[in-house]
């Protein structure tokens, strides 16, 4: 579990390129994602599942 975690926020500073921005995104409603924010998601069983997936569409096209 610890390194999913270490991973996932590598990925995510990654996909914002700045860390301010990636914990800013972590604690924001997100549409996307029913209007919770995603650390929410650390609890669900498929939660890194879902956030990852999240991510990539931001990555690949900016979308939220």
């Known amino acids: ?3 999913e975690l270490n991973d996932f926020y590598e990925y995510g500073y990654k996909v ?3 860390k301010t921005k990636f914990h800013l ?3 924001t409603k997100s549409p996307a994602l029913g209007d ?3 650390a929410s998601y650390f609890i669900r069983t498929n939660g890194f599942h879902i ?3 999240t ?3 931001l990555e690949n096209n900016g979308d939220d």
């Open 25 to 27: 995104w972590l604690e």
């Open 1 to 3: 579990m610890k390194q």
């Open 36 to 38: 919770k924010t995603p």
């Open 16 to 18: 914002f390129g700045d």
């Open 55 to 57: 991510l990539q569409r």
């Open 51 to 53: 956030l990852r997936q």
